[in-house]
């Protein structure tokens, strides 16, 4: 098992440049999430999804979009990057939320 | 008031020392507890779930105080490779999980 795999490790966009964080995973877990975590705080839940076609917004959903057509992808889209969206994104599954989480390596975002 | 609250660290530590972190919590009706554990510049792993009457795998304990709104983290005979920063995070219902920004431990030879 791959586990979590996300993609691209690292990007660097421009102010208003838009693109999509790939997520997948090969557990057959129905719950994924997507966080982002800044220097100094916690992770923030921007989406999740409790299986496929279906999802909803976390803490931090603004200027994010997703979707689920698959139980194994997740991507996450910005479609106007922003300075305020420079961070480390996290995408994670579980089989049920109170069993804990699977988190993939992370994709660290620069805009400019 | 965060929601839940960590003290950031550092803890700097010898090998072989026992070392505890606490983390506070806000919200009474919360309903699941974990430590997570995230090496730099990696991802968070799922160190222990922490249950009511408290739980222990290996040298580590975590103990979980609802009256205090509190769980704890005991690390014992410390090893090189704990080094590390311990994620608190706290479930108020099955889809939101608060993390706690978390404490760094140095553990040295």
């Known amino acids: 098992n791959a586990g979590v795999t996300q993609t691209p490790k690292f990007r660097i966009l421009k102010i208003g440049q838009s693109m999509t964080l790939q997520c997948t995973q090969d557990?057959?877990?129905?719950?994924m999430y997507w966080y982002r975590q800044d220097p100094g705080m916690g992770l923030k839940l921007i989406y999740y999804?409790?299986?496929?076609?279906?999802?909803d917004k976390g803490e931090v959903p603004n200027g994010y979009n997703v979707s689920r057509s698959t139980t194994e992808d997740f991507p996450l889209r910005l479609e106007l990057a922003a300075p305020s969206q420079t961070s480390v994104y996290f995408c994670?599954?579980?089989?049920?939320?109170?069993?804990?989480?699977?988190f993939g390596s992370g994709t660290r975002l620069t805009v400019v | 008031r965060k929601e839940v609250e960590q003290d950031p660290g550092p803890f700097n530590v010898p090998e072989g020392a026992t070392v505890a972190f606490n983390c506070t919590y806000s919200?009474?009706?919360?309903?699941?507890f974990f430590w997570y554990r995230q090496d730099c510049r990696k991802e968070p792993k799922l160190l222990m779930s922490?249950?009511?009457s408290g739980n222990e795998d290996g040298r580590f304990t975590a103990q979980l105080n609802r009256a205090s709104q509190y769980i704890s983290l005991l690390i014992r005979d410390s090893k090189l490779s704990d080094s590390a920063t311990y994620l608190c995070?706290?479930?108020?219902?099955?889809?939101?999980?608060?993390f706690g920004a978390g404490t760094r431990l140095t553990v040295k030879p």
């Open positions: 919200n009474s009706a919360s309903q699941s």
């Open positions: 995070v706290v479930g108020y219902n099955n889809n939101d999980m608060r």
């Open positions: 999804s409790v299986g496929a076609g279906i999802t």
């Open positions: 557990m057959n877990h129905n719950y």
């Open positions: 922490v249950y009511s």
């Open positions: 994670a599954s579980s089989y049920e939320s109170a069993l804990g989480y699977t």
